[in-house]
């Protein structure tokens, strides 16, 4: 793995501080001529994971793997074989080892994106919950290893470190499986990763499309869970550049966290529609005031990029040197990655400049 020397983060805060995106592209896995599947594939990240593939690499299949035909279909009339002859849909559920396994047979890279996902829901459908994201995490890892499949890397969560719901701990509880599935796999099987990032900016479900839709229908106010809330941002884009970054630095066992900003709840909404006011509703089920990614606990066994903070696996044959060789550093003592203390915590001003280049067209 090429690292990158850390660079001190720059100040956001002043009068002065702009914001400008950080770029998660390098180094890129090269996807030429290989089989990529994507299960979940027909999501946000699914559509722009394939629009990505497309404008930057000639894959020889390019399969999306997911249970719901009418987003099948509709993704194919964006991205139709007829026009990307590399294209594949599969119908498929990741609770059925069987079809994961028919799915993935000459499939060199895997990433797994499937998942239940609403913290509420998942609260009132726990069995339905455990089956996808537990169950169906085996599923992925036992299936990857019988079909000799070389790398596989999962999408996490913020909400899998330190989980006070059932969707945290079912992420978290996955984040385990694939960790452990390269012991499982033997020195020259499948190698499993994990990326966990916050919450994914203009996303379907995410809070500023919400936000908008309020607007457009005349809502006189905006409802905000409680004023000290913070969450960590990231973009679409930058969430398909540090996968396949992070496909293309792993060893198998690493939990991948990218250097991203955070925002109060408050000051969001405020730049999405200044003046309007808010209303505060009380934290729903399941939430927490403030998301962290790498928790005190996981210190002692992280180590920091110029982009991003890895997680080591505590296995035998794992070891910081192996990181520090390649120009990785420890974190300090009592380290850990929360929303609240964040170094880029934005402000109202650096907040104006993310959105604007979240949204270039839109502000």
């Known amino acids: 793995m090429a690292a990158e020397p850390i660079e001190k983060t720059p100040e956001v805060g002043t009068t002065e501080s702009t914001y400008t995106l950080r770029d998660f592209s390098h180094p890129m896995i090269n996807l030429n001529d290989k089989s990529v599947m994507i299960t979940g594939g027909t999501g946000s990240f699914g559509h722009h994971f394939v629009q990505s593939v497309i404008d930057r690499f000639k894959p020889r299949r390019l399969i999306i793997f997911s249970r719901d035909e ?12 007829e026009d990307y002859p590399f294209m594949r849909y599969f119908i498929g559920d990741v609770r059925d080892v069987d079809r994961l396994e028919m799915a993935m047979r000459n499939v060199d890279y895997v990433v797994h994106a499937a998942a239940l996902k609403h913290v509420p829901i998942a609260e009132y459908n726990p069995f339905e919950c455990i089956r996808t994201n537990v169950m169906g ?41 694939f960790v452990a599935g390269n012991n499982l ?74 250097k991203i900003p955070s925002t109060k709840m408050v000051d969001l909404a405020h730049s999405v529609a200044p003046g309007m006011p808010l209303k505060i509703i009380g934290i729903r089920p399941g ?76 502000t």
């Open 70 to 81: 009418l987003k099948q279909y509709e993704m194919a009339q964006r991205f139709s074989p």
């Open 137 to 177: 995490a085996e599923n992925v890892v036992t299936a990857a290893i019988r079909t000799g499949v070389k790398r596989v890397i999962a999408l996490s969560t913020d909400k899998a470190a330190n989980p006070i719901n059932l969707y945290g701990a079912s992420k978290l509880a996955a984040d385990k499986i």
């Open 185 to 258: 796999a033997g020195a020259d099987g499948a190698r499993f990763s994990v990326v966990r990032y916050g919450n994914v900016i203009g996303s379907r479900g995410s809070v500023i499309p919400f936000f908008r839709k309020l607007m457009a229908e005349g809502a006189e106010a905006l409802p905000i869970t409680d004023e000290r809330m913070t969450r960590f941002w990231i973009t679409l884009d930058q969430g398909v550049d540090f996968v396949l970054s992070s496909m293309e630095a792993m060893s198998g066992g690493e939990i991948f966290i990218p």
């Open 287 to 362: 939430e927490k005031l403030h998301e962290i990614m790498v928790p005190e606990d996981d210190g002692r066994m992280t180590v920091e990029l110029k982009d991003r903070y890895v997680i080591l696996p505590t296995f035998v044959g794992w070891s910081k040197d192996d990181y520090m060789a390649t120009g990785a550093t420890a974190v300090a003592e009592g380290f850990q990655y929360c929303s609240n203390t964040n170094p880029e915590c934005l402000d109202a001003r650096s907040l104006q400049h993310f959105l604007a280049s979240c949204f270039p067209n839109q």
